[in-house]
């Protein structure tokens, strides 16, 4: 089940159903099934604090997520900054919405066991992103 939840923020305009599909449709090219997912929408602020409570980081970003994944099926809580994604849009140059689906998705390929600590796993997750768009 995924839910959606927001903090200090409106709701973003993200056709829900459509959005839970796709990461489903996501989840199982990975060979992993969908659980228990929380997205928490917010801002700065909140995931600022967010940061420096749980990670002992000082400092902005636009997703943090926290994996409570078991075997085969994903779960987790996964913060999502929209201050810092219309500030990456404006800075990529990209499409709101576009770079939202992509922050979205982004999580969601944490929660599958890839991760963007290196350069090259940084290009392999982006790559893997722009996958997950395609299909969307």
Request: charged share 30%; proline share 1%; hydrophobic share 35%.
């Amino acid at each position: 089940m995924i839910s959606y939840f927001t903090e200090n923020v409106k709701t973003p305009a993200i056709k829900k159903k459509a959005v839970t599909e796709w990461i489903k449709k996501v989840a199982e090219t990975h060979g992993k099934r969908v659980g228990e997912v929380s997205y928490i929408f917010c801002d700065d602020a909140k995931i600022l604090e967010v940061n420096n409570q749980y990670l002992q980081h000082d400092y902005y970003t636009d997703i943090i997520t926290f994996d409570y994944t078991e075997g085969k099926r994903i779960a987790g809580d996964i913060f999502i900054s929209l201050d810092t994604v219309e500030s990456n849009s404006e800075q990529f140059a990209t499409d709101y919405l576009e770079e939202l689906h992509r922050i979205i998705i982004h999580g969601i390929l944490h929660l599958c066991g890839h991760d963007d600590k290196s350069d090259e796993a940084r290009a392999n997750m982006t790559r893997l992103e722009d996958d997950a768009l395609k299909i969307r």
